[in-house]
C-alpha cells in the first residue's frame, strides 16, 4: 500500500489551514484514513525547532543558519511522521514542505536553489509530493490578512519585500512544475477554493 502526500503553500495568510481541514473531513467523510500535519513542526523535535525558527528575539539568524533549521525539522518530520503515514496508506495533508524552502530561503532570502535542495536533500530522503495545492494571494492582501490574525512572527516581521519575492518564486515554481503544483486563486470564497481542490484530488485519486 503507498499512500498519497499532498502539500499546501501559499504566503502568511493565504487560507491554507481552513482547505486543509475542509479536505481532510471531506476525504474521511469517504473512509479514508487522513493525516494532518504542518512544516515547521508536526512532531516534538521539529515543533522546539520551529520555536526556534519563529521566535522574534532572533532577529540575529543568518539566512543559511535559517535554511538549515527548516531542513532538520523537515528531516525529523519526514522520518518520523511522514514516511510512516505513507507507508500505512494514510493520506498526508501537509501545511508546507519544501516548495516554501524554495520561496522563502531560496528566493525570498536570496540563498539560491541550488543551495537550498542541496541542504534538503538528506532531509527529504527523496520523497516528493505527489500533489501541490499553491493558493495564490497578492503579497499585500497576504500581510494584511495574517496581521490581523496574530503578534506577526519573525519572518512576517520581514515584511512586504519578503512577500512579494516568495509569491514571484511560487509562481515561477507552479509554471516549472504544473503536473504536481496547482494554482489556486486564494481571493476567491472559501466553497470555491474548496472546489477546486477537491477536483484536482479526484483526478489524482482516480485509481488510488
Ligand atoms: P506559520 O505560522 O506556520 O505560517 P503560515 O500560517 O503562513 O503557514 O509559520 C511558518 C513560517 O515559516 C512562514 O512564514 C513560512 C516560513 N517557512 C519558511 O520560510 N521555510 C520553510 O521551509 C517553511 C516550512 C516555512
Redesign the pocket.
Known sequence: MKGLFITFE?????G??TQMQRLAQRLQAQCRAVLLS???GGCPIAEQIRTV??DPQNMAMSPVT?ALL?AAA?SQHVYEVIRPALQRGDIVLC????D??LA??AY?RGLGEDLVRRINEPALDGLQPDLTFYLALGAASSLRR?EKRSAP?R??LAGLDLQQKVSLAYGMLAQRESDRIVVVDAAQSIERIHEHIWQAVLRKTQGF
Do not use: I, N, W
Not at 501545511?95 to 519544501?98: I, Q
Open positions: 501559499g504566503t502568511d495568510g493565504a491554507k489551514t504542518r512544516e515547521p525558527l519563529l535559517e527548516y523537515r501545511d508546507r514542505f519544501l516554501s524552502s522563502y530561503q525570498g495574517s512572527d519572518l512576517e
